[in-house]
């Protein structure tokens, strides 16, 4: 009777490490972005949204993601005690890879669009709907950041990677 | 430089134990919805009108109301009765019993009754929708707590009991309104089917029993290779290179074990087969099928557990029909891990049918909720060193709108009545918003707080609130 994209249990199990990884490109913290996947499931199970295809599924919950990592909700069972402060560089940096340590030092603002461009191949029209900005917004943030990335990188690879 | 990003961010997981605790809860796990839910809405007749129900219903459904009000306990005289709310389609009867609602959240119970033959079991599920309340505009400046476009309805129908002798099954559902919504008198339930033919699956087993035996293996048929699915193997960066030439699948029946939590299928063998490759083959009961629709394979997934690893290998997986059930082949665990595979366990999960009934049809029941509506304080000030601007209490919830920045949403709030006597409430979900995040300037929070009463709260009776050892004044 329901499908597979309209079961929550199957969407976490497809979808929780996507969910987290761009909670992760946004907050920079394990805790923090285990926190969003947790809630964006949450409301997964209370909105009970009817979706038309798994496209619509995973479109759902990524923009959900992202509102709720730039809006961090605040859960019973959260930890933190601070609030993500927006502005401030990502609190832990990872131990390997130095792209998304570079994506991690980006101002907040760019750091879920190049995730959804880089990792989940969405297009500007895409990534415009799921963070709800207009694609010209998008496009200005995605040129921005990938010249900050590209500087980043340059200065710690001194010339090695291309981009 | 895409690639790379890609390359790492896959080796980047949560935690395992925090992927088991959400797959519990959207699977399993009716804790944390219990935890949340026991609370409702809105306001006017209720108090003890839950108390009256009317001979006749309590006559046609004895066990269902039974089971209803100890669901309620304490709040059962602040739930509304609600009479009248039933219709009757293809010979099953649905009713909506009760509700218990704030403008916070609303909670519905309703019964699922065969009148003409005994099609309903325990394993019954609904299809259909419960919709009630409107949006609210967010306070200029503010922003809301992000769910309007998504409440105001809910499709998720929890079975709490099913009682063969009266034929019922006794749903919940809710909607949560937090400070996006409010609730409105009109209601409305519109279920357009219901099947006992669905399960899910959410089980599991220990490899700690296999051994380096290669266990009797059987060729895989053409046919089946093409219906074969590959669930995370190029994906995490193995090529065909990484599976086995050899195509078999095991035998069946070879060291059959239970699964626990179901009786609809069962380990019927697991171990090593001819290529060298760990497999598991379950076994079906009869009229029992993985997957939903009748395709065999949508929606259903394994993976083998490794507390406390993240060695990718342990999420690849393949799965092939066999008679009589599924063999499930992880390519990238060959017996050289068989050390590895004493921790693991093996994890089975999705939609399956079973042996049932489908019915399709309508019904669709419009009805009046009534809620207890909050009262909003007449406070402001400052409260642990944050400067709070609201509080609403109604007799199941508390919401609090401040500039918190962390402390409220893990304290317990208390209730202190005016015989001195206390209720708790503890921390339900809320959010906090840096409101000036788009520009430079330093942050401005805007958080909300709500809190559940563990038992109902008569506001006539309520002298204060207590929260972190400060005083709340209710006058």
């Known amino acids: ?163 | 430089m895409k690639d790379r990003y890609r390359h790492e961010m896959d080796l980047r997981r949560p935690r395992q134990e925090k992927l088991d605790e959400l797959y519990e809860m959207m699977e399993g796990g009716t804790e944390m919805k219990h935890a949340k839910r026991l609370s409702g809405r809105a306001a006017a007749i209720l108090v003890c009108a839950a108390l009256a129900i009317t001979a006749a219903a309590a006559a046609a459904v004895p066990a269902v109301w039974e089971k209803l009000w100890e669901q309620l306990g304490a709040f059962a005289p602040y739930a509304q009765t609600i009479d009248g709310a039933v219709c009757r389609d293809q010979g099953i009867e649905v009713q909506v019993l009760s509700a218990l609602s704030d403008d916070l959240e609303a909670r519905f119970y309703l019964a699922v009754r065969d009148m003409e033959g005994d099609r309903l079991n325990e394993y019954l599920t609904l299809e259909g929708r419960i919709e009630n309340g409107k949006e609210q505009e967010a306070e200029p400046g503010r922003q809301t707590s992000g769910l309007s476009p998504l409440g105001m309805s809910s499709t998720r129908f929890d079975l709490l009991s099913y009682d063969p002798e009266g034929k019922t099954a006794l749903f919940s559902t809710s909607i949560d309104f937090w400070k996006d919504a409010e609730p409105t008198r009109d209601a409305h339930l519109s279920l357009t089917g219901m099947t006992t033919q669905k399960g899910y699956l959410y089980g599991g087993a220990s490899c700690a029993s296999v051994t380096g035996r290669i266990l009797e293996s059987l060729p895989v048929e053409e046919q089946d290779q093409a219906n074969q699915k590959i669930d995370h193997v190029s994906s995490l960066g193995y090529t065909e290179a990484d599976l086995p030439g050899l195509k078999v699948v095991l035998a069946a029946e070879q060291n059959p074990m239970p699964m626990e939590g179901t009786e609809d299928m069962w380990i019927s063998s697991m171990g090593f087969a001819d290529d060298g490759r760990f497999h598991i083959r379950l076994g079906f009961a009869e009229g029992v099928a993985a997957g939903s629709d009748g395709d065999s394979l949508r929606g259903f997934f394994s993976d083998l557990f490794l507390s406390g690893s993240t060695d990718k290998r342990q999420y690849a997986h393949q799965i092939t029909p066999v008679p009589g059930g599924l063999d499930i082949l992880f390519p990238l665990i060959k017996l050289e891990d068989l050390e590895l595979l004493q921790d693991c366990q093996a994890r089975f999960y999705g939609d399956y049918t079973r042996p049932g009934t489908e019915v399709q049809g309508a019904w669709n029941i419009d009805f009046q909720l009534e809620y207890h509506p909050s009262v909003t304080l007449d406070w402001t000030g400052v409260l642990a060193g944050r400067q709070v601007r609201r509080v609403t209490v109604s007799p199941l919830s508390v919401t609090m709108y401040s500039n918190d920045v962390g402390g409220f949403h893990r304290a317990v709030l208390y209730a202190v009545k005016k015989d001195g006597s206390t209720v708790a409430a503890e921390p339900d979900t809320g959010s906090y918003s840096n409101i000036n995040w788009e520009t430079d300037g330093e942050p401005v929070w805007d958080t909300y707080n709500t809190w559940k009463f563990e038992a109902p709260v008569d506001l006539e009776e309520l002298a204060c609130l207590t929260l972190m050892d400060q005083t709340i004044p209710v006058h």
């Open chain 1, 1 to 163: 009777m329901r499908e597979r994209w309209n079961e929550p249990g199957a969407l976490a199990r497809r979808y929780a490490p996507a969910v987290y990884r761009l909670a992760y490109a946004r907050t920079g913290c394990q805790a923090d972005a285990e926190d969003v996947m947790q809630e964006v499931f949450l409301r997964l199970v209370k909105a009970a949204p009817v979706f038309d295809s798994e496209d619509h599924a995973r479109a759902w919950l990524l923009r959900v993601a992202s509102n709720c990592a730039n809006d961090l909700f605040r859960l019973p069972w959260r930890r933190r005690e601070a609030p993500l402060a927006d502005d401030l560089p990502a609190p832990e940096a990872p131990e390997t890879g130095s792209v998304t340590k570079a994506v991690l030092a980006l101002p907040a603002r760019y750091r879920i669009p190049i995730h959804l461009y880089y990792y989940e191949d969405l297009s500007v029209a895409e990534i415009a709907r799921t963070i709800g900005k207009s694609e010209g917004t998008v496009k200005s943030r995605l040129f921005r950041a990938r010249n900050l990335l590209r500087e980043r990188l340059r200065e710690e690879e001194q010339g090695e990677g291309q981009i």
